[in-house]
Nanobody, 118 residues
């Protein structure tokens, strides 16, 4: 069974930091670009950050300079370091493979809740 397991979320005050982790099965992780996504209440899931197999990265405009995506290929794990968190970052965060057709993926993990509030 394919499993994506996200962890590291929680409640944090504005300006705080969190580090998310995602353990992915090799069948998804190996040789794949990986992405972090998020879905806020009442909104569609959106792409937050992408890391290529070779390590190059891209970020959504709203998180540039605050979030950093990284990967550990030996552990099949992708990370998202989130700094200077804002209330609008509140969402359930998911990881998955990244392709241009990501919005049509049928399988997602359970996600990890990030709540930014004072």
């Amino acid at each position: 069974q394919v499993q994506l397991v996200e962890s590291g979320g929680g409640l944090v005050q504005p300006g705080g930091s969190l580090r998310l982790s995602c353990a992915a099965p090799a069948i998804i992780f190996s040789g794949s670009n990986m992405g972090w996504y998020r879905q806020a209440p009442g909104k569609q899931r959106e792409l937050v950050a992408v890391i290529a197999v070779g390590g190059s990265t891209n970020y959504a405009d709203g998180v540039k300079g605050r979030f950093t995506i990284s990967r550990d290929n030996a552990k099949n794990t992708v990370y998202l370091q989130m700094n200077s968190l804002r209330p609008e970052d509140t969402a359930v965060y998911y990881c998955n493979e990244y392709t241009p057709r990501w919005a049509k993926f049928a399988y997602w993990g359970q996600g990890t809740q990030v709540t930014v509030s004072s």
